[in-house]
């Protein structure tokens, strides 16, 4: 069983300190999980989960008896809540897929879902959940011991839970919400040394703006399907009957 100890303390070589394998790894999920949510692809659920369980063993690396290691505790809560939201955002979007599915001819787009724009009381209740979700969870995460600034690890825990939900909803508007949580997540990551996960949310930081312009032209391009029922003449003829027409 030493291989696999090994194997999970993997590190590579960094300047004066190391970087763990699992990081990386973790964030090439993460990545891959991106992408397909840009395509709207039910398997980006599963695939970002695993990434998430990886990369939840490196914010808390260490419980995981790491020497030296910084626990960012927002990061890895959000691990957590990334995996509980990504459940039903997995069932949300199979569910959407089948009905999609019904409802199109065969040959029809693959993509489990049509994006939709929030629209402003949702929009206003997002960023007032996010900034009330900062207050509020800052205190504690300072009591447990985070890495400071505590309220840019409340800032990425909240905006991450809010844009992980934006996405299993189907709203244009979670990609922008990703680019506020990486314009303070980078910064925090680069103090605290994880510099795999910071490169990779800074290269994530563009991603996201691709991906917002995809989903938008989506919902310009796929418009609400209506069934168009045609007259039924044997009707028309008996209603003209019974009216002495």
């Known amino acids: 069983m030493n291989w696999l100890i090994d194997l999970f303390n993997w590190t590579i070589p960094v300047g004066g300190g190391g970087l763990l394998m699992r990081e990386v790894v973790g964030?090439?999920?993460g990545l891959a999980s991106a992408l397909g949510g840009m395509r709207r692809k039910v398997w980006a659920w599963p695939i970002g989960i695993i990434g998430n369980v990886l990369l939840l063993t490196v914010f808390l690396s260490s419980w995981f008896g790491t020497e030296g290691a910084v626990d960012l505790l927002g990061q890895a809560g959000r691990q957590i809540m990334f995996i509980a939201v990504s459940i039903y955002g997995w069932r949300q979007w199979r569910v959407a897929r089948r009905e999609r599915a019904v409802s199109q001819s065969e040959g029809a787009s693959s993509t489990a879902i049509t994006p939709e724009?929030?629209?402003w009381p949702t929009r206003l209740g997002l960023i007032a959940a996010l900034?009330?979700?900062t207050v509020a969870l800052t205190p504690v995460f300072r009591a447990l011991g985070s890495w400071e600034p505590v309220?840019?690890?409340?800032?990425?825990f909240v905006g991450s839970l809010l844009a992980t939900?934006?996405?299993a909803k189907g709203w244009v508007e979670f990609w922008?919400?990703?680019?506020?949580?990486?314009?303070?997540?980078?910064?925090?990551?680069f103090s605290a040394g994880y510099y795999a996960s910071a490169l990779m949310y800074l290269f994530y930081g563009g991603f996201t703006l691709v991906g917002f312009f995809v989903w938008a032209r989506a919902r310009a391009n796929e418009k609400p399907e209506v069934e168009t029922v045609m007259p039924d003449p044997t009707l028309q003829r008996r209603q003209r009957t019974e009216s002495g027409d």
């Open 165 to 167: 939900w934006g996405m």
């Open 131 to 133: 900034v009330i979700g």
């Open 27 to 29: 964030n090439v999920f």
């Open 117 to 119: 724009w929030a629209g």
């Open 151 to 156: 309220w840019a690890d409340a800032w990425t």
């Open 176 to 189: 922008l919400i990703w680019v506020a949580v990486d314009i303070v997540g980078v910064p925090l990551l």
